[in-house]
């Protein structure tokens, strides 16, 4: 800060209240070191504050500037002053070694005590720490880690204090006179002139805390920061007026720059006066009238031009914006009606859609209901009909009520009515219940329509149109019930949570598509809108951070069949958000199906004739041997039925082996699959 770091004292190196004989010796010492082209080692210029340049010519300058007693007044309010001897030359000590905190601490502790809460509170100013009150006020100012209100603080305790004539004394001549008031608007007018060269961020929190503070100065100095930013924001308001009158179609950029032009003077003057001052309000009602008539002013010249901006919405954000800033009732009560005019307005197309498809639907059912009542009336007094001589020509009746309407003309309208743009601007509006309607009546006119190509035509149109989205999907994630894998012994009901980024504060109607591995939605024909699976309404605001559709399933039972499934989100027909996922047994199902089957075999195994046929082939051949046969010897015979017994003996051992060998296989495989089962996690 400048009025420190090249404080007249300091440049000297003297404390504030040096006698002109210590001031003069000092002038003389510091101009011999510095013609040597020395630094002096002990003096009160402590240089662990910041750098600054000395030569002869700055010294004289300085000097200069502690001949009379206001500049000597001046340039102590902003260094350092040995009020306490006892206390404040042990400061001065710590300074000297460039230990500004031990220093610090030192006035701290005289000025502020701390209760068993922790909580700081101001001592009283007294002959004993007043000093300190001024010497950490100078330090809170100029050390990094300082705190401006307790600097601002400090000074004005100090300031207000019946000890402050002490101070003066010891600075200037006991002639000199002076009063609270005029010490305290010279150090506020010297910090504010500091803070507007160097920290222009520190102003409103300046203001601020002298907004909170009672001192005898406060009216006269906040007096002209109350004046200047109600004079430039009256300024403004003319220009913004001027640019509207001017031209009405540049009413939105005036009334524009008009709210980024007075948004920091607003501030100001609402730090320093409080929102509910008249003076505050007064300007602020000035600021959103003028902000409203250029909202009016282009939205009639839009109007009448019949632009094809969405000069609707431009004008809502202007009037919006007024609403924020009005304070008087009348004020208020203008920007209101003119906010329930746009609402209007902003839906009118909308409007203008359902009241048609309204009125056709209205027309055909009417006509449907007298042409149905006809006939009742000739089946109830025909007589040729109730003798059965002639019956109804229902398909001629159908006929004649999809006939009654004029086709060809609800399509003519429905071109001019339904365009491309009305269509945008149907689906960029909020009102999601009569948006829901729109569509039912379109579909319902594309049922009953004998010319249907057009309204088809445009509900695809409609469909493909982006909603205009209050929020960023940033992740997704499929969830299932207990957070547990997605098998299905575990699934009741699958729902799925988006991490979103929000940037309006909305309602929305989420529109969910539950596809099952073979294509098809799945969906009940009780609970789920018309081809969609579910709807989820949601209230988004700014700290929305996640939200959780809800799950599809059932409570009793997994509703979902193995392999791959996916949901698809739709807001407005349109599709946003799509995921994939996929549903399996679970392992431990998996390995008891296996242990089924291989029990199973094992039953199988036991029950198993192996080499059956072998044997079978060889009993037959042994049935063969033992028969009669010519010209064969009894030995002959017998050797050939020994043989074939060992044969069949032969078969028999090398089926039991087979199946010894098999069983001890399987049961192998069963107990290798209880011990997996065991081990098995899902």
Not at 267 to 290: M, R, W
Request: include cysteine.
């Amino acid at each position: 800060m400048n009025h420190i770091l090249n404080n007249p004292y300091r440049v000297i190196g003297i404390l504030a209240g040096t006698s002109l004989k210590e001031q003069t010796k000092q002038i003389n010492k510091l101009k011999m070191y510095l013609d040597a082209e020395q630094e002096p080692e002990d003096d009160f210029s402590f240089p662990a504050l910041g750098n600054f340049y000395r030569n002869i010519e700055s010294v004289d300058a300085a000097a200069s500037k502690l001949n009379l007693d206001n500049d000597k007044i001046n340039a102590a309010l902003f260094w350092f002053w040995n009020g306490n001897p006892i206390t404040d030359e042990v400061a001065f000590e710590a300074l000297k070694s460039g230990d500004i905190e031990a220093a610090y601490e030192i006035w701290d502790e005289l000025i502020t005590k701390t209760d068993e809460e922790g909580n700081r509170f101001w001592k009283p100013v007294t002959e004993r720490n007043y000093s300190a009150f001024h010497n950490c006020s100078v330090m809170n100012i100029i050390r990094r880690s300082g705190n401006l209100h307790n600097a601002v603080v400090a000074t004005l305790y100090f300031l207000e204090s019946d000890l402050v004539h002490k101070f003066v004394l010891s600075v200037a001549d006991e002639t000199h006179k002076t009063n609270k008031k005029e010490l305290q608007l010279i150090f506020l007018n010297q910090l504010h002139s500091d803070l507007a060269a160097y920290k222009k961020s520190s102003l409103p929190k300046f203001l601020e805390i002298l907004n909170k503070q009672e001192f005898v100065a406060k009216q006269d100095f906040m007096k002209g920061f109350i004046q200047k930013p109600i004079e430039q924001i009256e300024q403004k308001i003319e220009t913004a007026k001027n640019k509207r009158k001017a031209s009405k179609a540049n009413g939105a950029l005036a009334g524009q720059e008009l709210i980024t032009d007075t948004v920091s003077d607003l501030t100001q003057l609402k730090s320093i006066v409080g929102a509910t001052d008249l003076k505050y309000t007064s300007v602020s009602d000035k600021v959103a009238n003028e902000i409203l008539q250029c909202s009016i002013d282009y939205f009639n010249d839009s109007q009448e031009k019949d632009n094809s901006s969405d000069y609707v919405e431009v004008a809502m954000k202007l009037a919006r914006q007024a609403e924020k800033l009005a304070a008087g009732k009348l004020t208020k009560d203008r920007i209101n009606d003119s906010i329930e005019t746009l609402e209007k307005m902003k839906d009118k197309e909308l409007s203008q859609g359902l009241h048609f498809l309204q009125s056709v639907k209205k027309a055909y059912e009417t006509n449907e209901r007298e042409i149905r009542a006809e006939v009742k009336r000739m089946m109830d007094t025909d007589i040729q009909i109730i003798l059965g001589h002639r019956v109804i020509n229902w398909s001629a009746v159908e006929d004649n009520i999809k006939n009654s309407i004029n086709w060809e003309e609800v399509n003519k309208l429905l071109i001019s009515i339904l365009s491309d743009n009305n269509l945008k601007k149907i689906k960029e509006s909020d009102k999601n219940e009569p948006k829901k309607e729109f569509l039912e009546l379109a579909n319902w006119l594309k049922e009953k329509s004998k010319r249907a190509s057009l309204i088809t035509t445009i509900i695809d149109k409609y469909k493909k149109i982006p909603p205009q989205l209050p929020f960023k999907i940033i992740a997704s994630a499929v969830t299932n019930t207990g957070n547990k894998p997605l098998y299905t012994k575990f699934i009741r009901y699958i729902g799925l949570n988006l991490t979103i980024d929000v940037t309006a504060s909305k309602t929305i109607d989420f529109y969910v598509k539950y596809f099952k591995p073979n294509g098809n939605i799945d969906r009940s024909l009780k609970s789920s809108p018309t081809g969609y699976t579910l709807l989820d309404t949601k209230n988004l605001t700014i700290q929305t951070r996640s939200i959780s559709l809800k799950g599809w399933g059932n409570s009793d039972e997994c509703t979902y069949d193995t392999g791959k499934h996916r949901i698809e989100v739709y807001i407005d027909e349109y599709l946003i958000h799509s995921i994939e996922f996929n549903i399996d047994i679970a392992p431990s199902e998996k390995l008891e199906n296996e242990l089924k089957k291989a029990v199973s075999k094992l039953t199988e195994i036991k029950h198993a004739e192996f080499f059956k046929s072998e044997l079978d082939r060889a009993r037959i051949d042994l049935t063969e041997i033992q028969k009669f046969q010519w010209f064969r010897s009894s030995s002959t015979k017998q050797t050939q039925i020994l043989e074939q017994e060992q044969k069949i003996s032969y078969i028999q051992q090398k089926a039991e082996t087979e199946k010894k060998q098999q069983l001890e296989k399987q049961n192998k495989v069963i107990e290798k699959l209880k011990s997996d089962l065991q081990k098995a996690e899902y």
